[in-house]
């Protein structure tokens, strides 16, 4: 079973670009997380979907940040304009979704895409 | 709101003794506790989680959990560390409902086996 897909792996922009990250997650996955992970410290959560649905973007800046994900699958996460603080690893994680189950359900991570902002 | 405390920043142990990453939790009602390992340049891997029954639970790699409610424990273990083991680990936490819906992480604890 293939894991999570996420690109690009690199990605190096100067301050005030825009930048977006791709995600696909394990095959019937209905639920799909997007991370900020900053250096040494654990990921923290910047949006929750239910298929297509944004149920938790409560952590999301909005002003900048930007999320989609179309049919329920894959999802890019953007960031317009980008910011020195901005630089972080980005993590897609998805989950089955099974109903009832969330709480319990296991999230499998992908590589991440680590973003330097200059 | 929910959280977990990984006391130690950075664990070294010699290859073959045993290993335990330390990990403490706080939530409201009933956790459900995990842990991810982290290698360089890599994305989280699940390792085991706890959600109810036996408090000892047992995972990928050899690594093992002891659940301690009393203690609001959920340190890792392992009897015999390889130098392979060494990465970044992460405890997690999310509670049964509501707000407590996220999956918090901890801070991470390095793991060095040393040869």
């Known amino acids: 079973e293939a894991g999570v897909v996420q690109s690009p792996r690199y990605k190096i922009i100067e301050k005030k670009q825009p930048v977006a990250f791709w995600c696909n997650p394990i095959?019937?996955?209905?639920?799909l997380y997007w991370y900020l992970q900053n250096l040494g410290q654990g990921p923290e959560l910047l949006i929750r979907?239910?298929?297509?649905?944004?149920?938790?973007d409560s952590q999301l800046p909005k002003d900048r940040f930007s999320a989609e994900r179309l049919k329920g699958v894959d999802s890019t996460l953007k960031i317009q304009p980008a910011e020195l603080g901005d630089s972080a690893v980005y993590l897609c994680a998805s989950s089955k979704g099974l109903a009832g189950s969330y709480s319990t359900d296991t999230q499998y991570f992908g590589p991440g895409t680590r973003l330097t902002v200059l | 709101a929910q959280s977990v405390a990984q006391p130690e920043d950075q664990v070294n142990v010699a290859e073959g003794n045993p290993l335990t990453v330390k990990c403490t939790y706080s939530v409201s009602g009933n956790p459900y506790l995990f842990w991810y390992v982290q290698y360089p340049n890599r994305g989280l891997q699940f390792l085991l989680k706890?959600?109810?029954?036996?408090?000892l639970v047992k995972g990928s790699y050899g690594f093992e959990a002891e659940f301690n409610k009393s203690q609001t424990s959920f340190h890792l273990k392992k009897p015999s560390a390889l130098v392979s083991d060494s990465a970044l680990y992460f405890c997690?936490?999310?509670?049964?409902?509501?707000?407590?819906?996220?999956?918090?992480f901890g801070s991470g604890t390095q793991l060095t086996v040393l040869p």
């Open positions: 979907y239910e298929n297509e649905e944004a149920v938790d």
């Open positions: 706890y959600i109810t029954g036996d408090n």
């Open positions: 997690a936490v999310r509670g049964p409902g509501g707000s407590a819906r996220q999956l918090t």
């Open positions: 095959s019937g996955h209905n639920t």
